[in-house]
């Protein structure tokens, strides 16, 4: 079956330590996108990607870095230049602008 | 500014009851608005997408309308189940013009609750 999958779901980060979510997907999208989500506010968009080797910076892109080598793989990377890391993080894709999303099933990182 | 805004913000309803939650926004010029079903701890996963000619979409238990002019939007969920229990999205995005990105705006959500 075609989807989407986000790797952890659990990550735990220590002061000062960059750690970097996995998102795979074999749905043959072009647009790629990373969210952040914390309780009582909507989806903030940190990067998104919408070809091969080419991504743009969100609203929210400070702290983190991103990468689109591959069509099939947007890796992102909470570095430790953002202070509040803790949050739940959603992976998605779809064919192309506006034609719907599809979720992954999200990575919770703690800091510890 | 875009916006989308969701009520209720939360919601208990019995099992077997019906309910219908709202969603108002501000996206210019629109290009469509979609439903999702976010389990707790799980990725939101879609149940309805409209563009600006349609009024009503359906999917199982689950009807969308969608007033254009007004720029309103209801989800209405039919015999509500415990597995309901869920937050619900309202999402709308811009027309995407070529060779640039438009922005989605999502709603904060309403949580809903089904009880025995």
């Known amino acids: 079956d075609g989807g989407i999958t986000q790797s952890p779901k659990y990550l735990f980060r220590k002061e000062g330590q960059n750690v970097t979510l996995s998102c795979e997907q074999n749905?043959?999208?072009?647009?790629m996108y990373w969210y952040r989500q914390d309780p009582g506010q909507g989806l903030r968009l940190i990067y998104y990607?919408?070809?091969?080797?080419?991504?743009q910076k969100g609203d929210i892109a400070e702290g983190y870095s991103v990468s689109r080598e591959k069509k099939e793989s947007f890796p992102l990377t909470v570095t430790s230049a953002q202070k509040n890391p803790t949050a739940f993080y959603l992976c998605a894709s779809e064919p192309g602008q506006g034609y719907g999303y599809t979720f992954g099933s999200g990575t919770r990182l703690t800091v510890v | 500014k875009n916006q989308v805004e969701q009520s209720p913000q939360s919601l208990i309803i019995l099992e077997g009851k019906n309910c219908t939650l709202q969603?108002?926004?501000?996206?210019?010029?629109?290009?469509?608005l979609r439903w999702y079903k976010q389990d707790t701890g799980r990725g939101p996963v879609s149940l309805t997408i409209?563009?600006?000619?349609?009024n009503t979409k359906s999917n199982g238990r689950y009807t969308a309308t969608l007033d254009a002019d007004t720029k309103q939007s209801s989800l209405h969920i039919t015999a509500s189940q415990l597995s309901d229990s869920a937050s619900y999205i309202c999402v709308v995005s811009p027309v995407a013009f070529s060779g640039g990105y438009q922005k989605v705006t999502f709603g904060t959500g309403t949580k809903l609750q089904v009880i025995p």
């Open positions: 969603c108002n926004y501000t996206v210019s010029p629109f290009s469509n």
């Open positions: 990607s919408q070809i091969v080797n080419d991504f």
């Open positions: 409209m563009t600006f000619s349609e």
């Open positions: 749905l043959n999208h072009d647009a």
